[in-house]
């Protein structure tokens, strides 16, 4: 099995920016495909970014423009670099494989929250 754990998180005034850190231990040389996933108060959780093994990188149309996934095979660590943040990016923020992620049993770490003032 892999788990993550994520930080990195914090308060920051609108326009600012964050670098989020997700590091897996487990079963690390299975991984393929990694996401960032949000949940903001009240609201259901959303994926954010997916960074495939190949190094393609998909994000949500929220995302786009603003953030960038990336990763280091080596240090089995996946990043959220978080430009021009706004108010509406206010949530807690998780990593997990999509695969697990679609999967309404699967477990989930304990996030790193981001809240940004406006």
């Known amino acids: 099995q892999v788990r993550f754990v994520e930080s990195g998180g914090g308060l920051v005034q609108a326009g600012g920016s964050l670098r989020l850190s997700c590091v897996a231990s487990?079963?690390?040389?299975?991984?393929?495909?990694i996401g960032w996933y949000r949940q903001a108060p009240g609201k259901q959780r959303e994926w954010v970014a997916v960074?495939?093994?190949?190094?393609?990188?998909y994000y949500a149309n929220s995302a786009k423009g603003r953030f960038t996934i990336s990763r280091d095979n080596a240090k089995n660590t996946v990043y959220l670099q978080m430009n021009n943040l706004k108010p509406e990016d206010t949530a807690v923020y998780y990593c997990?494989?999509?695969?697990?992620?679609?999967?309404?049993?699967?477990?989930w770490g304990q996030g790193t929250q981001v809240t940004v003032s406006s």
């Open positions: 997990n494989l999509p695969v697990s992620a679609s999967d309404p049993d699967s477990s």
């Open positions: 487990g079963t690390t040389d299975s991984i393929n495909a």
């Open positions: 960074i495939r093994g190949g190094g393609t990188m």
